[in-house]
Antibody
Framework: EVQLLESGGGLVHPGGSLRLSCAAS????????MTWVRQAPGKGLEWVAG????????TYADSVKGRFTISRDNSKNTVSLQMDSLRAEDTAAYFC?????????????WGHGTLVTVSS | EIVLTQSPGTLSLSPGERATLSCRAS???????LAWYQQKPGLAPRLLIY???VRATGIPDRFSGSGSGTDFTLTIGRLEPEDFAVYYC??????????FGQGTKLEIK
């Protein structure tokens, strides 16, 4: 059974940093791209960042480019999102999702999400 | 960037009725790389349909997807009480440019 468990959310001041982690199990982790998707309160889904299975190809939404960094540790089956220079508009639930292929595609399994609040 | 526009914003129907949800892309979605997700309040999205028309594992056959190019449709044949939720389309033509539609809320009439 595929399981994705996010952690690391919380309250942070504008300009601050936060690191989210996602622990994966139930599938051959290194064979699949992983992604982060966020959802602001009461709003729709927004793709944030993706990383291929080998950890060599990173992609970011324009809204976070230069501020967020996605990484993975295939020895520990984890994917992380380092978020720097946080803004109020980054406030959202952040979901870790498994892609259906090694370089991306649709998202076939999702974690339950972790809430990030950026406020002074 | 491919912009996806979903319509209607809200759809009010009764259990047993048929639901038709639309997703229109601002440019051609290559290889029918379009997915549909269902999201209930407080929960993560769930994959329903990928490649425009392929049902994901465990999805009932009352859910069907169709379309190509710029126009896509999700149809729910006979609504069950558990189908009332928000539905999102997503295109995955390029790993540099994944986008979601703004969602259609399917509510009980």
């Amino acid at each position: 059974e595929v399981q994705l468990l996010e952690s690391g959310g919380g309250l942070v001041h504008p300009g601050g940093s936060l690191r989210l982690s996602c622990a994966a199990s139930g599938f051959p982790f290194a064979g699949y791209a992983m992604t982060w998707v966020r959802q602001a309160p009461g709003k729709g889904l927004e793709w944030v960042a993706g990383l291929n299975g080998g950890g060599t190809y990173r992609t970011y939404a324009d809204s976070v480019k230069g501020r967020f960094t996605i990484s993975r540790d295939n020895s520990k089956n984890t994917v992380s999102l380092q978020m720097d220079s946080l803004r109020a508009e980054d406030t959202a639930a952040y979901f870790c999702a498994k892609s259906s292929g090694s370089f991306g595609y649709y998202f076939d399994f999702w974690g339950h999400g972790t809430l990030v609040t950026v406020s002074s | 960037e491919i912009v996806l526009t979903q319509s209607p914003g809200t759809l009010s129907l009764s259990p047993g009725e048929r639901a038709t949800l639309s997703c229109r892309a601002s440019q051609t979605v290559s290889s029918t790389y379009l997915a549909w997700y269902q999201q209930k309040p407080g929960l993560a999205p769930r994959l329903l349909i990928y490649h425009a028309s392929v049902r994901a594992t465990g999805i009932p056959d009352r859910f069907s997807g169709s379309g190509s190019g710029t126009d896509f449709t999700l149809t729910i044949g006979r609504l069950e009480p558990e189908d009332f939720a928000v539905y999102y389309c997503q295109q995955y033509s390029s790993p540099r440019d994944y986008t979601f539609g703004q969602g259609t809320k399917l509510e009980i009439k």
